[in-house]
């Protein structure tokens, strides 16, 4: 599918979301000066992770620099293909922020 992909579209940077969450492994992908600006509210979070908060009386920066909160993987594409990148996946995804 990457393959495929970036085939098609430039991808400026790829990260898979593992422990540490978007915080730790998002900037990874990106050139020293560089930052992610992430809207936590731009994707529908899945209900388990609320009844992890709730169980375990864990702050919201505690999960997320521990958890992916239902984002498995980033791609940083240019703002003029992302439309076209979101169609080419054919699977459910979101623009979740800004590389600034």
């Known amino acids: 599918m990457i393959q495929y992909l ?4 430039p ?3 790829m990260a898979h979301i593992t422990g540490g969450g978007i915080p730790e492994n998002l ?3 990106l050139p020293e000066g560089l ?12 209900e388990l ?3 992890i908060q709730k169980a375990g009386d864990i702050t919201e920066e505690e ?5 992916n909160l239902g984002i498995g993987f980033c791609l940083i594409v240019p703002p003029d293909v992302v439309e ?3 169609t080419l996946i054919s699977m459910k995804s979101w623009v979740i ?3 600034e």
């Not at 930052?35 to 899945?46: C, K, Q």
Request: net charge neutral.
């Open 6 to 9: 970036s085939d098609q579209v």
């Open 11 to 13: 991808i400026l940077g």
């Open 27 to 29: 900037p990874r992908c």
């Open 35 to 46: 930052s992610a600006n992430v809207d936590y509210n731009s994707w529908e979070r899945p």
């Open 49 to 51: 992770f609320d009844k």
């Open 63 to 67: 999960m997320r620099n521990v958890f």
């Open 84 to 86: 076209l990148t979101q």
């Open 97 to 99: 922020g800004v590389v």
